[in-house]
């Protein structure tokens, strides 16, 4: 996983992105396993994932065509160990 240590964000700043990200991938999440995805879902999905992976944080052992909840869930878990990180540095 790669955490960014370079960010020099002050704490606060990172814990509000991550509980941001974390939020959107909550609702993101819960939607896709309640109801399929309209196809323009689908279409920034799929534009998106090569501007996500250039930033580090899609999930090394994913391929680009992973599927969005196995994605997710790895992300969450992602955001959570960088809010734990961001924690213990307060």
């Known amino acids: 996983m ?3 240590p370079e960010l020099t964000l002050p704490n606060q700043q990172h814990v ?3 509980l941001h990200a974390q939020w959107l ?3 993101l ?3 896709i396993q309640t109801s399929p995805l309209p196809p323009e879902v689908t279409a920034h ?3 998106f ?3 996500m992976m250039a930033t580090g944080f ?3 052992n994913l391929d680009i065509n992973g599927d969005l909840n196995q994605l997710l869930v790895i992300l ?3 955001y959570n160990a960088l809010l734990e990180r961001t924690s213990l540095n307060n």
Do not use: E, G, K
């Open 2 to 4: 790669h955490v960014h």
């Open 16 to 18: 509000a992105i991550i």
């Open 25 to 27: 991938a909550n609702i």
């Open 29 to 31: 999440l819960t939607f």
């Open 45 to 47: 999905d799929r534009t």
């Open 49 to 51: 994932r090569h501007l």
């Open 58 to 60: 899609w999930p090394s």
């Open 76 to 78: 969450l878990d992602t």
